[in-house]
């Protein structure tokens, strides 16, 4: 069974702009998590999404939005980005209430 | 979810066993203790969890104490690939997936 996919893998933007990242997620799984990884914050909860419905979000401004598509893929979208939204972006799926979730490679991203 | 304290780093020797603590005094009757790790670059990769028993799997073991307020997560044969952040987690498991990571243990097996 393939594993949960993001791309693109890389990405550098410049501030002001805006930016997508994508997420498949393993086939079956409904929950979609993104977080965030920094080196000064470490790993923080953005949001997830179920049956293309966001359940919950963490403590992120509205310049962070995401969506779930009715196959169950994900995107996040990041507006009018800053230099401290430099970070990688790590997407996870898991089964409904399920004991373990399967974390992605991640979308390293660059804001110049 | 409780809060969770754990060492910034630690060192293992190849071939032994790696004991990873955390602590959780803190912790709900209802909460689970989880444990993940990120290999450098990589996204975090689940190991193992557990209420109040002990618990083992294929890669590791998962000792509670009896009032839950500590744990230990014991690679019983470390090698130089389970070089990793090695985060715990306590958390109720419930409609909501979100993980709650704090800053984990750096583990350096070395050979």
């Known amino acids: 069974k393939a594993g949960v996919t993001q791309t693109p893998r890389y990405l550098i933007k410049t501030r002001g702009q805006q930016v997508t990242l994508s997420c498949s997620p393993i086939?079956?799984?409904?929950?979609v998590s993104w977080y965030q990884q920094t080196p000064g914050q470490g790993l923080q909860f953005l949001f997830e999404?179920?049956?293309?419905?966001?359940?919950n979000k963490g403590n992120f401004p509205g310049r962070f939005s995401g969506r779930q598509f009715s196959n169950s893929r994900s995107e996040m979208n990041v507006s009018t980005l800053e230099l401290g939204d430099s970070a990688l972006y790590l997407c996870a799926s898991s089964l409904e209430t399920s004991n373990e979730q399967f974390f992605g490679p991640g979308t390293r991203l660059t804001v110049l | 979810d409780a809060k969770t304290t754990q060492p910034p780093s630690m060192d293992c020797a190849e071939g032994r066993a790696a004991n990873l603590p955390c602590n959780h005094s803190?912790?709900?009757?209802?909460?689970?203790v989880y444990w993940y790790r990120q290999i450098h670059s990589q996204g975090p990769q689940y190991i193992i969890h557990g209420l109040k028993n002990n618990e083992t799997n294929e890669m590791a073991s998962l000792i509670i104490t009896e009032d839950r307020k500590s744990s230990t997560l014991i690679l019983p044969h470390a090698t130089l690939r389970d070089t990793a952040v090695y985060y715990c987690i306590v958390r109720v498991i419930s409609g909501y997936s979100t993980l709650t990571f704090g800053k984990g243990t750096m583990l350096l097996v070395s050979p």
């Open positions: 999404y179920f049956s293309e419905t966001q359940r």
């Open positions: 086939s079956g799984h409904r929950s």
């Open positions: 803190t912790i709900s009757g209802n909460e689970y």
